[in-house]
């Protein structure tokens, strides 16, 4: 209740302060605290509307295109680990919900739930590594939001972001589209960001250094998508839960059953090691910037080679086939020649990795 | 790291079941959550498309429409006050951010940080509002995503969304559009929402019940613009910071001054009562169902007549005028007949009121 009289006409001291209430109240402060923190870093015309939705003209829709959304909230903990920070994750993982239905992404809005007492200078270098995700994405920020919580009922920061998205006509793609015969593509090696962001929390250190492979997709996709239009049938990203529960969803959506080969999963050794010490699966670690493409048989080829053609498909591979299965399984060819069922992650294996 | 062995086969327990990690793992706990809640209550094409995204076809636009998104995170404490609750606040608070523009919303996305412990029966309730306000608006929430927090990282739940809608052609409703000589309209009487939310707070119990003025808006806009397609210049819905701090923002966004009339400004005799009580200025109040439109002159008549048949805005009343003035201020003749400057709010007046 109390009117804290400040002197909004000097600049927020980022380097020494620190989040409060009142930036969360809608007045003189949180102003304050959107123009120098979050428009000096996203500065676009829309944030420069300064109204409390953006206004736009969508690029011309050509008959039979449609748009897609999709939202994720992000409470990685820690906020920062090794590969990146919650601010490029939520650009990230949210451009990725976009690119997975095939769609060109355009636009992103952010709400931040922010927790009194967190460090401005934190603060500054989220909403930095945020600003340069979207720009290196070639997608603007173009409204938001900031909510200010009380010490001890938030986590420093949370964010939410929404991303709004083109899907040019004849592009099909979706959960339930996966058919028996059809080839299961992986775009890259599974198990580094789960593995960074629990070396970090549990302040562990490898002999190598496993980083993150957070990154955005929707330039893969493109490039996927131009090598064999209608080839496409099903891409989804395997984050939460890992390679194994995406599978096991995408069986269940598209009525089939599915047959993996262990050996043709890239897995990094350190990723591996890791893994073995800390009793972990690889198949049920967080990824943040692969992909599983499900592609009709005749077009694997070449979806395969426009993936490897691409910086963040290079170890892109076949690993399986989907096959027909009332029980919707998923089940893996091992290294050692015998056959199991890959189940869903049924309790928690890594909780707040994104 | 334990795999929680549970039986998925049977429903949950939203009796008696609480909010665990395993929720936000992405796994089986994850699916049955969103399936057993969130699909049960949202129901409708869009979610059951069972993607990370949601994929539609959006209306023909008219060469001259534009498309509005607008988000908004919603932390308010307590979590259920009188007239309402944090789901209904966030389906309403979203909506009404896009029709400020103008806009007719199409679609909504809803992103839920949970913590660990809430109870179900509260989640259930909260989601069940939601999806009641957003039924009641004719919006559908077509995608979301569900994060769950520690106990004592979070506050029971958070819930950003995130609204699309489309701005008709010849609209052009924005912040920065007021000019000296405008009128300045009040949908109806101002600070329910806050006080409802501060008595709930502090367990105060006053002689007539104060309930939250929730409300989805775009109806009214509808009807405004439909009496005066032109003339609306500006809308803005008085939250956070109340009345007295959207309008300077809108001065301040406009280059212009405002002077208001206290005595045309419609405050609730309980809520006038409530404020005297704890101190408070209606002024600064947070409002969840009112909106201001600054109208040119020869189109204020209309607008206020369109406002006053509508059920939304029966109360409309005209409060003041705009004028040129280099500083910006917001100024009021008082009832006593001497005049003051109206400031924005300049600390924390009420925390987590939405």
Same sequence: chains 1, 2.
Wanted: glycine residues 12%.
């Amino acid at each position: 209740m109390s009117v804290i009289k400040k002197d909004y006409s000097r600049p927020l001291d980022i380097r020494h302060g620190r989040v409060d209430m009142g930036h969360g109240a809608g007045g003189r402060a949180a102003a304050q605290l959107i123009e120098e923190v979050f428009l000096a870093a996203f500065d676009n015309e829309f944030l420069r509307q300064g109204d409390d939705g953006a206004v736009f003209t969508p690029p011309p829709l050509p008959p039979g295109a449609r748009l897609v959304m999709a939202t994720d909230g992000h409470v990685v903990s820690p906020l920062f680990f090794p590969g990146g920070d919650v601010g490029c994750l939520s650009v990230h993982g949210t451009l990725n919900d976009v690119a997975m239905s095939g769609a060109t992404p355009l636009y992103l809005t952010a709400s931040f739930v922010l927790e009194e007492g967190f460090a401005l200078m934190d603060l500054k270098r989220i909403v930095d590594s945020m600003a340069a995700a979207a720009r290196a994405a070639g997608v603007p920020i173009i409204t938001g939001d900031t909510k200010v919580v009380e010490r001890g009922k938030g986590d420093g920061v949370f964010i939410s972001t929404t991303g709004l998205g083109v899907v040019a006509p004849g592009v099909a793609i979706a959960g339930r589209n996966a058919r028996p015969g059809d080839v299961v593509l992986l775009s890259g090696s599974i198990g580094e960001h789960g593995v960074a962001v629990l070396s970090q929390r549990e302040s562990l250190a490898f002999e190598t250094a496993i980083v993150s492979d957070t990154a955005a997709l929707h330039g893969l996709v493109a490039a996927m998508l131009a090598a064999a239009p209608g080839g496409v049938r099903v891409l989804r990203d395997p984050t939460r839960g890992g390679l194994a529960t995406t599978l096991n969803e995408l069986t269940r959506q598209s009525g089939v059953g599915m047959v993996l080969e262990e050996a043709a999963i890239p897995v990094l050794p350190e990723v591996d090691g890791a893994c073995e010490l800390l009793g972990l699966d690889p198949l049920y670690i967080a990824n943040e910037g692969k992909l599983i493409a499900v592609c009709a048989p005749e077009a694997a080829d070449s979806v395969l080679a426009a993936m490897q053609a691409h910086p963040l498909g290079r170890a892109a591979a076949r690993i399986g086939e989907v096959c027909a299965d009332p029980h919707h399984f998923v089940q893996m060819n091992t290294r050692f020649g015998g056959r199991r069922v890959v189940d869903w992650l049924s309790g928690e294996q890594l909780p707040r990795i994104c």
